[in-house]
């Protein structure tokens, strides 16, 4: 016998529940959106971690998966709410895996499973509902005070390793650590291999980033390109 009392039943996906969502023409029929679909969603699901951003006000999500060793994955994620029961289509996956992901909205956490062209699982997410903080990306490209500079990211941390490179200087390196607030952003520059820590403050704005920095010795104005 189904078991109707338990939550995961109702988390299971079967053909009759996903059909009308691969159909275009009964797609915007089907759609009811009581809840606020916030503007992130931090998901994980088998060992990946991944960011899914909203786009504007509308249904759907940009996602991003990333787990060690692997090549980040990207989709285009179509949401359908009905009441508390979510219903997801995942399409244009980087990876050629399409999925579909039902479960069940709690306040700002989902919890359901998937199934894919390949595997599946159970997933789960929290709905982030505040102002969406720029995504800090792979790597920027930066110029500053006649010196190039390649950051790039450990992970999904807010930790940078940095090298700068100068026609006829030595190659510098250094450790950053960066801060948000919004598109605000605070960068710690450490264990400079000149001695020459420094601090970095600026804006994002998109694929951009722009700002003043003060050094133990000097100081100037930066920019960056954002490489996502």
């Known amino acids: 016998m ?10 299971q996906p079967t053909y009759q529940q996903v059909q009308p969502y691969y159909y275009e ?26 960011v899914w951003t909203r786009r504007g006000n509308s249904n759907v999500f940009d996602g991003r998966w990333t787990r060690a060793g692997q090549t980040p994955i990207t989709a285009v ?5 009905d009441g508390n029961f979510v219903c997801i289509s995942r399409r244009n996956s980087s990876d050629g895996n399409n999925c ?13 499973s ?3 062209n390949r595997g599946g699982g159970p997933w789960s997410a929290t709905i982030l509902r505040g102002p969406a903080e720029p995504d800090l990306g792979r790597r920027w490209e930066v110029e500053e005070g006649g010196w190039r500079g390649v950051w790039i990211r450990r992970g999904n ?16 390196t250094a450790v950053l650590r960066m801060q948000q607030q919004g598109n605000q ?4 520059r450490r264990n400079s291999s000149d001695g020459n820590d420094c601090t970095y403050t ?20 930066w920019s960056a390109t954002i490489t996502r």
């Open 202 to 221: 600026g804006r994002i704005e998109g694929q951009r980033a722009s700002g003043n920095f003060t050094c133990e010795q000097g100081g100037g104005t």
């Open 157 to 172: 941390s807010n930790i940078f390793d940095a090298r700068w490179t100068r026609q006829g200087a030595t190659p510098v």
């Open 77 to 81: 994620l179509r949401v359908n709410v």
């Open 185 to 188: 952003v605070r960068i710690e």
């Open 25 to 50: 023409d009964l797609y915007y029929s089907t759609l009811r959106q009581p809840v606020n679909l916030g503007t992130r969603w931090e998901v994980e699901e088998g060992g990946w971690r991944a």
């Open 114 to 116: 998937n199934v894919c």
């Open 2 to 11: 189904y078991n109707y009392g338990n939550p995961y039943y109702y988390a």
């Open 100 to 112: 579909q992901y039902v479960g069940r909205i709690e306040g700002n956490r989902i919890m359901g």
